[in-house]
């Protein structure tokens, strides 16, 4: 199952000098981009500036997972790109450690290079698939989720400065319009969300997993 919208109508990239970006959560928004996939605009991290002008978001997607994260601590980039992949060192994914890409080049704080061309093409309208309607009132709904996708939000713990990553948490929404797709927030301080679809197939209610607490034994029944 791909999320529905996932199609490649986004910004063309622009021309950018160099990017910034705060390593902890470029690291943390690879957990959801795609690898080695035909569609090339999936593998890497999309950076455009917040809309408010508060720094800068970044988006990634394998076409099942989405997250989208705010980077507040550096200035809004002038257009568009799409990061590369690149493998950061344990030592410079520490949070406040920061990357600077140039169009040709990726470099750590620590001063290590490495090649990493910006992905030349357009990344989906990630904003189209994003709920709208989580929140209101309605019926609950019950989804299934690979549990890959739920093992991915732990990414996010840590990756922002000032944040306990023992107090992470994650609230899972889900849409009364959208098919049970589930917005991910998280709580104070964690500047991003994910949405995720959810697999298909049958699913148990919940009172037919937990109806077994409430059985009589069948010893007892038989007396």
């Not at 997607?61 to 590369?84: F, K, N, W």
């Not at 989720?145 to 732990?154: G, Q």
Request: glycine letters at 8%; hydrophobic letters at 45%; a neutral charge.
């Amino acid at each position: 199952m791909r999320i529905a919208g996932i199609t490649p109508r986004g910004n063309i990239m622009g021309a950018q000098s160099a990017v910034i970006v705060t390593t902890s959560l470029y690291q943390a928004a690879l957990s959801f981009s795609a690898l080695k996939d035909i569609r090339y605009y999936l593998n890497g991290v999309y950076i455009e500036a917040a809309p408010d002008g508060d720094g800068n978001l970044l988006v990634a997607t394998d076409g099942h997972c989405l997250a989208v994260i705010r980077d507040r601590e550096q200035a809004p980039i002038a257009s568009p790109v799409i990061l590369p992949t690149v493998k950061i060192q344990a030592a410079d994914r520490k949070p406040g450690r920061l990357l600077t890409f140039d169009g040709a080049t990726c470099r750590t704080d620590s001063g290590v290079s490495m090649p990493a061309p910006y992905v030349d093409g357009r990344f989906p309208d990630f904003r189209m698939v994003v709920p709208r309607d989580v929140g209101k009132a309605g019926e609950m709904k019950v989804s299934a989720f690979n549990p890959d996708f739920l093992a991915r939000l732990d990414s996010l713990r840590g990756a922002f400065q000032h944040t306990n990553p023992k107090h992470f948490a994650a609230c899972i929404h889900y849409s009364r319009l959208s098919e049970s797709t589930a917005l991910v927030t998280f709580n104070s301080g964690v500047d991003a969300f994910v949405v995720m679809m959810p697999v298909r197939g049958n699913i148990a209610t919940p009172s037919d997993i937990t109806s077994w607490i409430d059985r009589t034994p069948a010893s007892a029944i038989a007396a």
